[in-house]
């Protein structure tokens, strides 16, 4: 039997192991049934299905919700808790001495995508049932929520249901430690093995949702928690005499954005805010919205409609786990543009630098991060005001990664901003992820500061672009699906590594 002979085999009997379980979650038994009667497309989809386990990297989980090895469903994220609580016990053990992991603290959020709070009472029952303290919150939460729950609560770890800004069919598990900061690489390599090691199908390792609520193993995170991260994200606040009446258009593209976004605002002064109707409810399906990435203008649509109705000067949409928002800003000819997430940055950058300096609250050796792929400009700006950049790696992990070694270091007052090109914004220290609740409130009140006299931000772009000169910021995005995409990319980085590129365009590698 040659190779190709032995995979498919092995990907049948994976198949054949799923039609043999009686499945807890109704859709899955139904998309099996669905595909056997599918002749066609049967085998192609069985394939994708099952040719390989979820990867689980330093992002988590992340993949279509279905049936199969290569899906995100009930089993593989049970799968992943148990792994997961499994390494968290081992290396804390490591840490505190033999014997000594009792008290171990998980808290868990999760956004509105569908299946969403299902893989979160999962998790939640996996991690009761290994004797964890878990606090879930009782309905759907934002990214930084999570991480900011993480630190408040003192816990050794956390748990974020979502997948961003990914199509409706995804969903995602993203692991945070516990300095409320997304895992890197040793650690997601250590959770990758021991999940590794979990049967996929078992459930022993499951504590019914219902009595470990009762037993008081799963607590629900009360409101005393949300209103002191509200707290937190209005002491980033500059505050002064601003233009807090102008017209702001949001939308939570059905995220979780609603409550938290409009909240914060409204705590600052900023009541002048239409939501986007279509888009305000949380809803997993995102009907006006298919790919709900508010860096996309197909994402804006439906706010820069409202906004051209009402004649506002500021649009903002979050993603559905609100960690990044975009932006649309009136032009002086009526018109509305859309700002990259690079735009944005260095408009944050200038603006938290400009009213640092002039309230006297600019640290001494102030340090901004950026990653690698975001505007030179920032350099630029920052260099103005004698504020150290440094550039991590794609992710905003990294960002949180650095703040860590700042705190370590006793020089955490030293950081003011982080940002990345993909519209994610982080000012000060309440958590250690990007922010959109709080990077919404820094953006309508940098709008509002140059409102009062008479700018708007296109306009503040263009005199930085004037100061410092031109970035011209452009993205390409290309699709590699399924295992013959794997392996299109395997090819394209192999080859890369064995003949590394010299030069790009003239210009010389390094």
């Not at 002064?240 to 949001?250: A, L, T």
């Amino acid at each position: 039997m040659d190779m190709v002979s032995r995979m498919t085999q092995d990907i049948y009997n994976r198949w054949t192991e799923w039609e043999s379980r009686q499945l807890e979650d109704p859709d899955l038994t139904r998309e099996m049934q669905e595909i056997m009667a599918d002749p066609e497309h049967r085998d192609e989809r069985i394939h994708d299905c099952c040719y390989k386990d979820l990867e689980f990297g330093t992002g988590g989980l992340r993949e279509i919700m279905g049936v199969g090895t290569n899906r995100m469903n009930i089993c593989t994220v049970s799968r992943a808790s148990r792994g997961y609580a499994a390494y968290l016990k081992e290396s804390l053990e490591e840490c505190r001495g033999a014997g000594r992991t009792k008290g171990i603290r998980v808290a868990i959020a999760y956004d509105s995508r569908l299946k969403s709070r299902d893989f979160a009472c999962i998790s939640a029952e996996v991690f009761a049932a290994s004797g964890f303290q878990v606090y879930m919150f009782p309905e759907l939460a934002p990214t930084p929520m999570l991480s900011y729950a993480v630190r408040y609560l003192g816990c050794d770890g956390g748990v974020m249901i979502t997948a961003s800004h990914n199509p409706a069919q995804y969903n995602g598990y993203k692991v945070y430690g516990p300095d409320g900061g997304q895992i890197t690489g040793e650690t997601a390599k250590g959770i990758s093995a021991k999940i590794s090691q979990m049967d996929l199908f078992s459930d022993k390792n499951r504590l019914g949702f219902d009595a470990a609520v009762q037993a008081g193993k799963i607590a629900y995170i009360d409101n005393g928690l949300v209103d002191a991260y509200y707290q937190a994200v209005s002491g980033e606040a500059f505050g002064g005499r601003i233009d807090r009446d102008i017209k702001i258009v949001y939308s939570p593209l059905n995220g979780t954005g609603l409550k938290p976004v409009c909240g914060v605002l409204e705590r600052n002064g900023f009541t002048n805010i239409s939501v986007v109707e279509e888009q305000r409810e949380p809803d997993g399906h995102f009907p006006t919205c298919p790919v709900p990435n508010p860096e996309k203008a197909e994402a804006m649509a439906l706010a820069i409609r409202d906004a051209k109705r009402l004649g506002s000067q500021l649009v903002l949409a979050t993603d559905p786990d609100c960690d990044r928002v975009g932006i649309g800003v009136r032009t002086s000819e009526g018109d509305y543009r859309l700002l990259s997430g690079n735009e944005t940055g260095v408009l944050l950058l200038d603006y938290v630098a400009r009213r640092r300096r002039e309230s006297g609250t600019m640290p001494a050796g102030p340090i901004s991060v950026k990653t690698i792929v975001t505007s030179d400009l920032a350099g630029k700006v920052a260099q103005s005001y004698g504020i150290e950049m440094r550039d991590v790696l794609t992710g905003f992990k990294y960002i949180g990664e650095q703040i860590g070694l700042l705190e370590a270091a006793g020089e955490v007052d030293r950081y003011i901003l982080g940002f990345e090109e993909s519209s994610g914004y982080l000012a000060g220290l309440h958590v250690r992820d990007k922010d959109a609740v709080c990077g919404s409130m820094m953006i309508c009140e940098m709008a509002a500061f140059y409102a009062t006299q008479g700018k708007s931000l296109v306009d503040v772009l263009n005199e930085l672009y004037a100061k410092y000169g031109y970035y011209l910021c452009t993205q390409q995005s290309f699709a590699f699906e399924g295992e013959s995409g794997m392996n299109e990319m395997n090819e394209i980085m192999a080859k890369l590594q064995a003949s590394p590129l010299q030069e790009l365009d003239g210009e010389k590698v390094v």
